[in-house]
Structures are given as C-alpha cells and as structure tokens.
Nanobody
C-alpha cells in the first residue's frame, strides 16, 4: 500500500506563495492520478487539483490561474505551487492518489496546514 506524506504548509500573507510537496513510498507512475484536496473549518473537503500519469492537469474553479500542480516520477513526488494566496485558501491540504478502481482503493496523506493571514 502506498504511503503519502505532505510537507510545505505554513503561514503566509495574502498575495504570497507556498509550494507543497507530496512524497510517495512507491512509484507514482503506476498511479492513474495524483492530486490535492483541501478542507477548511466548517466546509466540506473540496478538489484543488489533480494530475494524471500522462501529465494532464485539472483544477478546481476557485484556484484556476493561481495554483499549478506538477509531478516528478523519478522522485515519486507531486507538487502544488500556490500563488496569489487568499484568506479563503486557508485549509488543511491533503495529498491524494487514485490507482484506478473504486474510491475505497484511493490513497490519502495526513494533511498539511496552510494559513493565509495578515
């Protein structure tokens, strides 16, 4: 079973940037899609971005034009570059892996906190 470990979260001012990393314990080339979800207090978990193993990205509407997802198969790592951060981006960000099949086969990291505040 693949383990996912997030890092790079922290406190940043509005308009600032952060880069999140998700390190996998096995080859991510074999995983159909990787990505990021987030959950803020009082809100449901929402899609941030995904990227397929053929390098096709998809973004949630709230982050389009500001966030960029990428993957480095040699390092078994997925990244999320977050620019022009807003207070409403504050949330716990979770790394996600989809190996195919039903949702119960998906992998999830433990999350990393992102706080955008002045």
């Amino acid at each position: 079973q693949v383990q996912l470990v997030e890092s790079g979260g922290g406190l940043v001012q509005p308009g600032g940037s952060l880069r999140l990393s998700c390190a996998a314990s096995a080859s991510i080339f074999s995983i159909t899609a990787m990505g990021w979800y987030r959950q803020a207090p009082g809100k449901q978990r929402e899609l941030v971005a995904t990227i397929t193993n053929d390098d096709s990205p998809n973004y949630g509407d709230s982050v389009k034009g500001r966030f960029t997802i990428s993957r480095d198969n040699a390092k078994n790592t997925v990244y999320l570059q977050m620019n022009s951060l807003k207070p409403e981006d504050s949330a716990v960000y979770f790394c996600y892996g989809h190996p195919g099949g039903p949702p119960e086969y998906d992998y999830w990291g433990q999350g990393t906190q992102v706080t955008v505040s002045s």
